[in-house]
């Protein structure tokens, strides 16, 4: 009666919340224990008996080489939802109306990212050949919101956290 769910702190933010409750509405007997940790680790988490559930993100042009490595390990990897990044700013900042916004502009910006995606390289892997050397890697969203509040940086975040 016992489920352990590792999850990283984009599932954690989006996703895990309704999980849990949906779980606690259908199986009220059971105890459901929530692991935040970072992305490489919540597999690894599920294949050493840690995790009964792991909840992760990958992008869409590796889901099928990520679901064969599962499968190798008598895993199942089922996509639950898809997200989609976005800039978050303040309401008055001057991208908060924008439709959209060229990296060359997000450049002369102090930009918050989850560290998870920089270790992954989403960002770099987006614009390839853009510096961004203003870029600051944060473990918590909770942190990136406060920098957003606070007007001292704008962000890219998955759109769900």
Not at 75 to 97: F, G, N, R
């Amino acid at each position: 009666h016992n489920i352990h769910v590792a999850c990283d702190p984009a599932n954690s933010n989006a996703a895990v919340l309704d999980i849990v409750c949906q779980c606690k509405k259908l199986y009220p007997s059971v105890n459901l224990h929530v692991h935040e940790m970072l992305h490489g680790e919540v597999m690894r988490s599920v294949i050493e008996g840690k995790a009964t559930i792991g909840l992760s993100y990958t992008e869409d042009h590796a889901l099928a080489r990520h679901q064969e490595y599962a499968s190798d390990l008598n895993l199942v990897l089922q996509p639950i939802y898809s997200d989609e990044l976005c800039v978050c700013c303040w309401p008055e900042h001057p991208y908060a109306k924008a439709k959209s916004i060229s990296f060359n502009a997000l450049s002369e910006e102090p930009v918050a990212v989850f560290e998870g995606f920089l270790q992954q390289g989403i960002i770099k892997q987006v614009n390839a050949y853009q510096d961004f050397s203003n870029i600051c890697g944060f473990s918590s969203y909770e942190n990136i919101k406060r920098a957003i509040v606070n007007k001292q940086m704008i962000a890219i975040l998955p759109k769900l956290a």
